[in-house]
């Protein structure tokens, strides 16, 4: 199965900062996704990232709030900008291998 | 309405006993795919099972299988001889796509599991 890495594991972060999150995966994958999990709650998937196109963001998630990155096969990068203690989640990257699905560790950001 | 549905909050296990974990789902898509996950408190999600939805046997992996009945709409999970490892919160999910493509997965809001000694 795939080996999903992410960095950081955990930061906590100034209200209006900016914060990018890392993505690498030990194989080449087509599709990378990107998922928040808000305390207490369930994942919810904030956008598809495909290698050499534009990230497909799902309802309630802006480029503009989300940037994404996905430069090749193997990486991809979130950005949560201008941050507000609402944002405060487990930011969660996979990929497919196949029609599985495997999950990095996450990345647990605090907005004070 | 939701794609998929847990209905199990929380449960209580007495160790070495079988476990179930209920989920259905709702798609109009014949060809779909249902998952499994084990969160435990580190946060980090664990791909237990898969099951495609033209799979014509159950899918099992080591103490993992899954019951799919697709008339039912049911992909419940059983855990067999639970363990105090087993304790964590489950989740299931589902992609409308199985053979791969844009879609990302739907999640149930997940059943915490105890195990107890």
């Known amino acids: 199965s795939a080996v999903i890495s992410q960095k950081p594991s955990r930061d906590i972060c100034q209200r209006g900062t900016s914060l990018t999150i890392q993505c690498q995966v030990d194989s080449q994958v087509t599709m990378m996704f990107w998922y928040r999990q808000q305390p207490g709650q369930s994942l919810t998937l904030i956008a598809t990232?495909?290698?050499?196109?534009?990230?497909?963001?799902e309802s309630g998630f802006v480029i503009d709030k989300f940037p994404i990155s996905r430069p090749n096969l193997t990486f991809s990068t979130l950005t949560v900008s201008n941050m507000s203690p609402e944002d405060s989640s487990i930011y969660l990257c996979s990929a497919e291998e196949g029609p599985k699905q495997y999950f990095g560790p996450g990345t647990r950001l605090t907005v004070t | 309405a939701q794609k998929i549905t847990q209905t199990q909050p929380g449960m209580f296990v007495q160790e070495k006993e079988a476990v179930t974990l209920d989920c259905t789902y709702d798609?109009?898509?014949?060809?779909?795919?249902l998952f499994w996950y084990k969160q435990p408190s580190s946060g980090e999600m664990i791909f237990l099972i898969y099951q495609g939805s033209y799979d014509q046997q159950n899918a099992t992996e080591g103490r993992y299988s899954l019951n799919f009945q697709k008339a039912r709409k049911s992909a419940n999970l059983v855990i067999s001889a639970s363990q105090l490892g087993d304790s964590a919160m489950y989740f299931c999910a589902m992609r409308d796509r199985p053979g791969g493509g844009a879609d990302g997965l739907t999640f149930g809001k997940g059943t915490h599991l105890i195990i107890q000694p």
């Open positions: 798609t109009s898509d014949p060809s779909y795919g």
């Open positions: 990232a495909n290698q050499g196109s534009e990230a497909t963001y």
